[in-house]
Nanobody
Framework: QVQLVQSGGGLVQPGGSLRLSCAVSGSIGSIVAMGWHRQAPEKSRELVASVTDRGLTIYASSVKGRYTISRDNGKNTVYLQMNILKPEDTAVYYC?????????????WGQGTQVTVSS
């Protein structure tokens, strides 16, 4: 049983910081990619940041320079450091993993966590 458990999030003032974490457990093979998506009310889900097993990272243009994605492979945990937060960052954030061929290229998602940026 593969599970992704998220933590972090909450309410923060504009300009503040938050760190999200996502811990992966269960029987898995290699993780090809780990990352984060977010979805604001009545908007489509969008990629925020992703990191591959080779360390390649990608960021949405709206968060580049403010967010940093990192991973702890030994603990199968991915983090998202969010700095200089803006009201438009308000959304539900979802972590995900994508397994390699030995895992039949399956993807899994966390339960989501609310991030609210407001004064």
């Amino acid at each position: 049983q593969v599970q992704l458990v998220q933590s972090g999030g909450g309410l923060v003032q504009p300009g503040g910081s938050l760190r999200l974490s996502c811990a992966v457990s269960g029987s898995i093979g290699s993780i090809v990619a780990m990352g984060w998506h977010r979805q604001a009310p009545e908007k489509s889900r969008e990629l925020v940041a992703s990191v591959t097993d080779r360390g390649l990272t990608i960021y949405a243009s709206s968060v580049k320079g403010r967010y940093t994605i990192s991973r702890d492979n030994g603990k199968n945990t991915v983090y998202l450091q969010m700095n200089i937060l803006k009201p438009e960052d308000t959304a539900v954030y979802y972590c995900y993993i994508q397994l390699g061929p030995e895992g039949r290229d399956k993807s899994y998602w966390g339960q989501g966590t609310q991030v609210t940026v407001s004064s």
